[in-house]
């Protein structure tokens, strides 16, 4: 569903009415998305519209009348939007339903085929990126693509290789892709396109840069928040509305939802929990200060210790690649070795959770949290993390407090922060977040 029309060779774009994409001498009109974007309280036609949006999103597809008695429109009214959003292309009549008498209902749902979206889930030593319908189903990834993300422009350079590829290896034509979405770990203004811990060069945020070399839609988030977003929608999250979601990962992020929405803080900061004062030691954070709770409770912890204390004699089953054979090893390396029973691998990730298990306990007694999920690359060591964290939560929490907060390992596992992305450049572009 694109219109082509000849204009000048020159960038230009607006969110509010169209998204443009230049192809040569063409420039490509994606989906009207002007009422899914309308945040003007007063038209209420484009408001109920997003909503019919949200909830097919949310529920799958249903008839007129269930839809109507769901939002409290009268039949009349909800066959008006739905039409108008079946011209849009949102919307698909699916026919009739199958019943045991009187007359069938037609279904109605999102049209899947209408616009996909691309996630990319940027790691410390790898890439994960995929693409996902209108209806939120994943049809194409690549896990794993070797990368190591740092601040400089080759990283950068590398990472819109890595995209650009991917785009036109996918079987998508990139007319239907809306919009990219992309998890960095940091210091990230979503809402004004700024990255602050990396790929920060210039004055120009970060999501125009991209915008203007793909030609598309760019949106981009913190690693931890998209996590906690694609476990709320796609995970383990059972109805439940206020929820904190731990990243253990190379470092350590935390993702808030608070009566089913994310939240951001301020300026888009919130979620800092790996750079709380925690220890009174001399180890220097790469954000700059001493004495983060990350440098003793994450993934770059315990790879760091596991080589110390492999280096001054401690035995592993990982002691031959690192002492005799030089090999690199990474905190998987580390993970699985621990799940083939390795002592000094368990020993490090008990450690790791019983500290975590301390200081989620305040934070579930700041919060009162109904669910604390336990994700990132580390939750892979499963019980070996997650015991020894339940225990200390119940030592140091408010019995009170805690009693009525479950903790869950994420059920996504390697792809929670893909599915995010995915799903938040989904909500972005249409305006429900």
């Known amino acids: 569903m694109s219109l082509f ?3 000048n060779k020159k960038w230009c774009y607006d969110r509010k009415y169209f998204y443009f994409c230049i192809t040569n001498d063409s420039i490509t009109i994606r989906m009207n998305l002007r009422f899914l974007q309308e945040t003007n309280p007063s038209s209420r036609n484009a408001l109920l519209k997003k909503d019919i949006v949200r909830y097919y999103i949310n529920n799958g597809e249903n008839s007129l009348a269930d839809l109507g008695k769901e939002m409290n429109l009268s039949i009349p009214t909800i066959t008006k939007l739905v039409s108008e959003l079946i011209d849009d292309g949102f919307v698909v009549d699916f026919g009739k339903q199958e019943t045991t008498g009187g007359r069938r209902p037609n279904i109605y749902g999102l049209n899947e085929n209408s616009g996909y979206f691309i996630g ?15 209806k939120g189903e994943m049809i194409d990834s690549q896990m794993k693509i070797p990368y190591k993300i740092s601040q400089v422009r080759e990283s950068f350079d590398e990472l819109c290789a890595i995209i650009d590829g991917f785009i036109n290896s996918t079987v998508v034509p990139k007319e239907k892709i809306l919009s990219i979405g992309m998890n960095i770990s940091g210091r990230i203004n979503a809402q004004a396109g700024y990255s602050y811990s990396f790929f920060n060069f210039d004055e120009m945020p970060v999501t125009e840069i991209l915008e203007k070399k793909f030609g598309i839609n760019v949106s981009i988030d913190n690693d931890s928040r998209a996590m906690a977003y694609g476990e709320y929608l796609k995970g383990c999250i059972k109805g439940e509305k206020n929820i904190l979601f731990i990243n253990v990962g190379w470092g350590l992020g935390l993702g ?3 009566n089913g929405q994310l939240y951001y803080g301020k300026s888009g900061f919130s979620g800092e929990f790996g750079h709380m004062a925690a220890f009174d030691n001399e180890v220097l954070c790469h954000c700059g200060k001493k004495g983060c709770l990350e440098t003793e409770a994450s993934g770059s912890y315990i790879h760091r210790l596991f080589l110390e204390k492999v280096n ?7 002691s031959k690649k690192i002492l005799k054979q030089k090999e690199e ?16 691998a368990i020993e490090l990730i008990e450690n790791v959770g019983n500290t975590l298990g301390k200081h989620i306990a305040g934070l579930i007694n700041l919060f009162n949290p109904e669910l604390v999920v336990i994700g990132g690359s580390l939750s892979a060591a499963g019980d070996y993390l997650l015991l020894p ?3 200390s939560i119940k030592k140091y929490s408010l019995n009170l407090v805690s009693k009525d907060t479950d903790i869950k390992l994420s059920k996504l ?3 929670t922060g893909l599915i995010g992305a995915c799903l938040l450049a989904r909500s972005k572009i249409i305006g429900l977040i």
């Not at 889930?121 to 209108?134: A, K, M, P, S």
């Not at 001054?312 to 990982?318: A, I, T």
């Open 5 to 7: 029309i000849k204009i």
């Open 389 to 391: 964290l339940r225990s």
């Open 256 to 258: 808030i939802i608070v």
């Open 413 to 415: 596992g390697d792809k």
């Open 312 to 318: 001054n004699g401690y035995s592993s089953r990982l």
């Open 329 to 344: 090893i990474t905190s998987e390396d580390i993970i699985s070795a621990a799940l083939h029973e390795d002592m000094l």
């Open 120 to 134: 990319v889930d940027i790691r410390h030593f790898c890439v994960n990126i995929g693409l996902i319908n209108f």
